[in-house]
C-alpha cells in the first residue's frame, strides 16, 4: 500500500477523477468522472503493483477475469461499438486498465482515447444513473 496513491487511499485522492462503483474479486472499479465517451471506467487492482509481471499467475487472472466481467457489463449496459483498453501508470505506478467505450460516430471515434479531455462532466443524479445501470451486470 501507498499512501500517496489515489487507488490504495481512496477518498480525496480517488475522488478527483472517479467514483468508486463496487470491489470485485481482485479489484476496484471506478466510474471515471470525465465521460466524454458514457460508461468509461478504471478497474484497479487491488495489489499495489506497477507491472502485470509482479502480479502471480493467479493474481494475473483473477485480475484480468474482472477487466473482462466489467467489459462485459459495458456492453449489455451501454452497447458501446468496441471498448478500448488502456493499462498506462507511468506516474501512477498502481496497476489500472481505463475500459473505454467507443460509440460510432461519436468522440474520438478511429482514434485513441484522450487521457483526460475534460469534456463532459454530469450531474450526481447522472453519475448515479450510469452506475446504477453498470452494477446490473457487475
Known amino acids: 500500500m501507498d499512501n500517496n496513491c489515489a487507488y490504495c487511499m481512496e477518498g ?19 466510474l471515471f468522472k470525465e465521460q466524454s465517451h458514457k460508461g468509461r471506467c478504471i478497474v484497479a487492482s487491488k495489489h499495489h503493483v506497477s507491472e502485470m509481471i509482479d502480479l502471480s499467475e493467479e493474481e494475473r487472472n483473477a485480475f484480468i477475469a474482472d477487466v473482462n466481467h466489467v467489459a462485459e457489463a459495458m456492453h449489455k449496459a451501454f452497447h458501446p461499438d468496441k471498448v478500448n483498453y488502456g493499462a498506462y501508470g507511468d506516474t501512477g505506478c498502481h496497476l489500472h486498465f481505463h475500459l473505454v467505450p467507443k460509440y460510432k460516430d461519436e468522440f474520438e471515434w478511429g482514434g485513441t ?13 447522472e453519475y448515479d444513473a450510469l452506475i446504477a445501470e453498470l452494477k446490473k451486470y457487475l
Do not use: H, R, W
Open 12 to 30: 480525496e485522492l480517488v475522488a478527483k477523477f472517479g467514483i468508486k462503483i463496487c470491489e470485485l474479486n481482485a479489484s476496484k472499479v471506478y
Open 113 to 125: 482515447f484522450a487521457m483526460d479531455p475534460k469534456q463532459k462532466t454530469l450531474t450526481d443524479s
